[in-house]
């Protein structure tokens, strides 16, 4: 096979690399899929002994575990946070009202829109 155009050469170079490309993807696919073979997530203690990990009808739940009541109080903070935050902006506006930059800029979106 003898390349005596440009656009032969281009066209084998291109091949080459597609065909590379591929390989490379599979080897990669591959690899992930061996990975998360053999990476599962281990059950956790608890429910290594119940076997299934199953609760069973007759026991009994013991509560949110203490992760859960973490993330309960780091919520009910955080709304606490933002009423308080709210009310104090409410308060503060209504007394001080709008600057007169504000009402201007206010005025002037008002009267582009009427037109």
Known sequence: M???TPLEISLVVTGIGMAMLFLALVVLYGLMYLMTALI???P???EAEQGTGRVERGTRDEGPEPGDRKR???VIGVALARAEMELADVGR???AGPSAWQQYHRQR???LRVR
């Open 40 to 42: 599962r997530d281990r």
């Open 109 to 111: 979106v008002l009267n």
């Open 72 to 74: 309960r109080a780091a």
């Open 2 to 4: 003898s390349l005596n």
């Open 93 to 95: 506006g209504s007394a």
């Open 44 to 46: 956790e203690a608890g």
